[in-house]
């Protein structure tokens, strides 16, 4: 009698489909033993966009799988081209006070006059993330094979390709080690010396490749940077001077078991041997502490001594160490939402049959799966910076919005999961960035508005840009000058933080000087108006904008927007709280305080929804992608079951913006996921998550803005355990938005507010069992099957709570 997995395997094979080398029918391997959590293909990724990622928080790869020739591209997360530069019009404090008495005035026109004509500067913008290059391996193979599978396990980090050749089976493994911080390529075949490869290492511009003995490839190079207009520059207000940047190096080392190894020019070819080992590192002489590339810092020096420790270990020893080290973070949450006839199908064939109407809750799961690997993948030492647009992984030499990081939701978005699912240390890199920028910040609110504290823009990069920015001039003031709260609403990120893990240590040290500057600087930026009010002047809602009423133009410019209002609420309530936590600052707590009752209350307008613009002005585009005006449903804790009022006008404001064709980017999807989970409406956040897999799904399952934007991933993950558990509220509520489509399951290892941890499983809907851990010794309410119990765990303690 056969096994279920041999059952399964049997399936598998009989729904495989052969890869498109040229069209031959073939047997492919079912899904490895690895809990579900498989991204697995028939065929090789034709297409970036299909290529599967690898990364440990420093290097990424993309690895594509074509048995003749793979491709695994490259990249290092601080290769960045360009420098720093915070360019700051003269007399900027005087003309932006004038420009606040404008819209004080209502005179709105002649205020976004003013700061178009006097607070633009150029260059608007900055240069863009880079692709490190690209690793080929050549083989001699005939164009078709058969037998072909390539997979990604997420609970191993371990990327496979198998294949047969004339009756001879070949593998490659693929791996990038956090613990030796090196990529691990394994090639394999079942006939002894049956390997006859070429190793290439290419970079399109700016790098030298060598080889260095008959067995390594180093890569060199200097990013040069070509002003327009001799070069191509993505934003016509400027991205900055030409010149000599930042280094970098790569350094491949090749290991060969029998057989030969030998230079060839710039390549190295691999002859006669059983099995090849590749180990591959990277270095740039880019220093976080600068924010700036170090001419202190080489590279090279750098790359050859990671390589020449890892080149010590045995594959044995740098799998087993790789392995070890990524399940101990990966294992801590599993996740079931029920299984499906699409379950034994490749990962591809699955999204195409949701994408044509099939229910796949399994599906829906490994994509929460993917999106913990990609957060862990992607930031996290030995990374020292935080998960951009596309995470770690880029292909193009100007990213789409140079895959910077974005402060009106994005980089918000990326770390929405991060301690929710368990990934608390996925904010260390993050942090270290967002300390330096403040420090940057500084200096920018003196010069900008000769104010106290920090300030950050929109958009911002590896070098520390803290003036306002974008792709042209109207774009620099209009999304740039007129948010300067946008790096208030990240320091949100480092309260949520110590929410979850209770860490004081962490909140005295990290989190409350930084949110003690913006506070800062928000005192300073507000206002009186007329009414009374204490309001951003000026104000805006991400990308959005109003019908003026008596010009009839399209405005951004505003006061006190339902955006900046929420945010200051939220940035005032974590000082207060954190004030009262360490026992610190009394005064500057009570002015506080007293500030947020003189904010804009949150309005209803005339059509029953939340208010976006401090008047109930018409909408110019009612179907934006951006719902800044809902922060406070997610992720703020301002419109909650406790004031259904709000709670109603937000469900009406999410319906309005879908009415007229909002939520068609991937990471506006992903939010409104959030949105309906918080309004308990699990058939509605189920309904999103359905459309997030049908339209904004790449075939790797990378989210599709379009282009690729990885805040989706982050984002649609962090929904799904929404509608799981929530703790926003000041309980711990289990279950709170179950969709009928889910009736049976398990999510163990959730993290809630307060220092827990949460086992949760149900039956027919309803809660079976749950498991409270405690991991800081706080009191804690739970809500559960419509009743609400207390709970006193000491630390390291835990209950369980049955039906």
């Known amino acids: 009698m056969m096994t279920c997995r041999q059952v399964a395997a049997v399936a598998a094979l009989l729904v495989a489909m052969a890869i498109n080398v040229t069209a031959t029918d073939c047997p492919a391997a079912g899904p490895s033993n690895s809990g579900g959590n498989v991204l697995w293909y028939t065929r090789p990724a034709d297409k970036w966009t299909e290529a599967l990622p690898l990364g440990n928080g420093r290097l990424g790869a993309m690895v594509f799988g074509t048995p003749q020739r793979e491709r695994l591209r490259l990249n290092e997360e601080s290769l960045w081209a360009g420098e720093p530069a915070d360019p700051v019009v003269e007399n900027a ?55 072909y599978r390539r997979d990604l396990d997420l609970a191993t980090g371990v990327a496979r390709v198998e294949y047969v050749v004339d009756k001879v089976r070949w593998m490659r493994e693929t791996f990038i080690s956090a613990v030796d911080d090196v990529m691990v390529v394994r090639l394999r075949t079942d006939k002894p010396g049956g390997i006859q490869a070429t190793v290439r290492l290419t970079r399109s511009k700016d790098a030298q490749i060598t080889a260095a003995g008959d067995n390594r490839l180093h890569m060199d190079g200097q990013i040069v940077d070509i002003a327009a207009p001799q070069a191509r520059d993505d934003n016509r207000g400027g991205s900055g001077p030409g010149g000599e940047h930042m280094r970098f190096a790569g350094r491949l080392g090749v290991r060969a078991k029998g057989g030969k190894v030998r230079a060839d020019d710039d390549h190295l070819i691999v002859a006669g041997t059983d099995e090849v080992i590749i180990l591959f590192t990277a270095a740039t002489d880019y220093n976080l502490d600068k924010m700036n590339y170090d001419r202190s810092i080489d590279p090279a020096h750098t790359a050859d001594a990671i390589l020449k420790k890892a080149s010590k270990k045995s594959w044995a020893q740098l799998y087993d160490d790789h392995v070890r080290e990524h399940r101990a973070i990966f294992d801590r949450v599993s996740i079931n939402l029920g299984g499906s006839k699409q379950q034994l199908s490749p990962t591809d064939k699955r999204l195409n049959a949701v994408k044509a109407g099939a229910q796949d809750p399994a599906l829906t799961a490994l994509y929460f799966q993917f999106g913990r690997y990609l957060l862990m993948s992607s930031s996290r030492p030995p990374g020292r910076l935080g998960a951009n647009l596309q995470g770690i992984w880029s292909d193009r030499m100007w990213a789409p919005w140079e895959a910077d990081y ?25 942090t270290d960035w967002f300390e330096q920028l403040t420090l940057r910040g500084r200096l920018s609110a003196k010069r900008l508005y000769g104010a106290d504290g920090w300030v950050a823009f929109t958009c911002t990069n590896p070098f520390g840009r803290t003036t306002p920015s974008g792709s042209t001039k109207s774009s620099q003031f209009q999304n740039g000058q007129c948010d300067p709260l946008a790096g208030a609403w990240m320091a949100m990120t480092l309260w949520r933080h110590y929410e979850f893990t209770q860490d004081e240590d962490f909140l005295r ?130 419109i909650t079951t406790d004031t259904p009022r709000l709670l109603a006008a937000a469900g009406k404001t999410i319906a309005r913006r879908l009415q007229h064709g909002g939520g068609h980017t991937g990471w506006s999807r992903a939010w409104i996921i959030n949105f309906q989970a918080r309004r308990l409406d699990g058939e509605q956040a189920r309904e999103h998550v359905r459309l997030l897999l049908q339209k904004s799904t790449h075939p790797n399952l990378f989210d599709n803005h379009p282009p690729f934007q990885i805040d989706g991933n982050f984002g649609g993950t962090a929904g799904i355990a929404e509608m799981l558990l929530q703790s926003h509220t000041g309980r711990i509520h289990l279950l709170p938005a179950l969709p009928k489509d889910w009736p049976n399951g398990h999510i163990h290892g959730l993290k809630a507010r307060g220092g827990f941890e949460v086992d949760i499983d149900w039956k027919d809907g309803k809660l079976t069992t749950a498991t409270i851990h405690s991991l800081a010794g706080k009191p804690c309410k739970v809500l559960y099957n419509n009743k609400t119990i207390q709970l006193n765990l000491k630390k390291g303690k835990s209950h369980t709570l049955t039906q």
């Open 509 to 638: 040290e990290r989190a409350y000087p930084i949110l003690k500057g913006a506070a800062k600087f928000i005192l300073d930026y507000l206002a009186t108006d007329a009414d009374g009010y204490l309001v951003a002047a000026p104000s805006t809602s991400p990308e959005n904008s109003y019908i003026h009423p008596e010009t009839g133009q399209a405005v951004r410019l505003t006061r006190g927007s339902t955006y900046h209002n929420q945010i200051i609420r939220a940035v005032f309530d974590a000082v207060v709280q954190s004030s009262r936590i360490l026992r610190t600052d009394e005064a500057f707590a009570a002015r506080l305080k007293e500030s947020v009752t003189k904010l804009p209350p949150l309005k209803i307008g005339a059509d029953g929804t939340i208010r976006e613009w401090i008047e109930d002005y018409k909408e110019r585009e009612p179907g934006h992608r951006h719902m800044s005006h809902l922060m406070g449903l997610h992720p703020f804790d301002q």
């Open 406 to 430: 974005h402060l009106n939701i994005n980089l918000q978005m990326n770390y929405w999961p991060a301690d929710l699912c368990n990934l608390s240390e996925t904010v260390d890199p993050l």
């Open 93 to 147: 404090p005087q003309i932006w006070r004038r420009i606040r008495e404008l819209i004080l005035a209502g005179k709105i026109s002649e205020a976004r006059k003013l700061g178009l004509d006097k607070l633009t500067i150029s260059p608007t913008s900055y240069r863009s993330y880079q692709p490190l290059g690209d690793l080929w391996i050549e083989l001699d193979h005939p164009k078709s094979v058969t037998g």
